[in-house]
Nanobody, 124 residues
């Protein structure tokens, strides 16, 4: 099993910043693409950003220029730096990681895991 734990959410004023972290643990062989998603009340979950194993990033238009995703492969941790936050950024933020893990038998299999989510609230 691969576990993802998000941290760094909280309450911030309009225009403020937060840095989210997504730490992966378990029998990980490699982590490929990691995605950051968010879900606001009454709305579907949306993709916010992705970062590949090589560090290539992509962002939703709504956060482009304000959010930056990065990763520390040695720590199996991905970050989402969120700047110039707006009230419409309020949501529960989740990370999703896809990669390869090792079973107890030694066999390598793919995995896709989600974190538990962290609340981000931006007050106006």
């Amino acid at each position: 099993q691969v576990q993802l734990v998000e941290s760094g959410g909280g309450l911030v004023q309009d225009g403020g910043s937060l840095r989210l972290a997504c730490a992966a643990s378990g029998s990980i062989v490699s982590i490929n693409t990691v995605g950051w998603y968010r879900q606001a009340p009454g709305k579907p979950r949306e993709l916010v950003a992705t970062v590949t194993s090589g560090g290539t990033t992509n962002y939703a238009d709504s956060v482009k220029g304000r959010f930056i995703s990065s990763r520390d492969n040695a720590k199996n941790t991905v970050y989402l730096q969120m700047n110039t936050l707006k009230p419409e950024d309020t949501a529960v933020y989740y990370c999703n990681a896809e990669g390869v893990r090792r079973l107890a038998s030694g066999v390598f299999v793919g995995f896709s895991s989600w974190g538990q989510g962290t609340q981000v609230t931006v007050s106006s």
